[in-house]
């Protein structure tokens, strides 16, 4: 088993800029992607970035690409999600995953909550 949790979340302005990490633990072996996803209310549970637990490719969901930058340190099994010039529609419950495949999700979070304010 993984356990994923996340740190990081919190109110901050429009404009302004979070730092959402996620501490892996367990069968790190077993980590081949990992990524973030994110749900706010009322709305389904969306991809915001992945990437390799190996090599340098990354992806993004087209609403944060250019804002959000994903990134690993696989010393310490730590995933980070760095989120600048954030916007009212980021709000969410953002969810740290891992997967045994490329794109894959089996292991999820407890979740961390990013409220942007206008």
């Known amino acids: 088993q993984v356990q994923l949790v996340e740190s990081g979340g919190g109110l901050v302005q429009a404009g302004g800029s979070l730092r959402l990490s996620c501490a892996a633990s367990?069968?790190?072996?077993?980590?081949?992607?990992l990524g973030w996803f994110r749900q706010a209310p009322g709305k389904e549970r969306e991809f915001v970035a992945g990437?390799?637990?190996?090599?340098?490719?990354?992806n993004y969901a087209a609403s944060v690409k250019g804002r959000f930058t994903i990134s690993r340190d696989n010393a310490k099994n730590m995933v980070y999600l760095q989120m600048n010039s954030l916007k009212p529609e980021d709000t969410a419950v953002y969810y740290c995953?891992?997967?045994?495949?490329?794109?894959?999700?089996?292991?999820w979070g407890q979740g961390t909550q990013v409220t942007v304010s206008s």
């Open positions: 995953v891992a997967g045994r495949g490329a794109g894959s999700s089996e292991y």
């Open positions: 990437i390799m637990w190996s090599g340098t490719n990354t």
């Open positions: 367990g069968r790190t072996i077993v980590i081949a992607s």
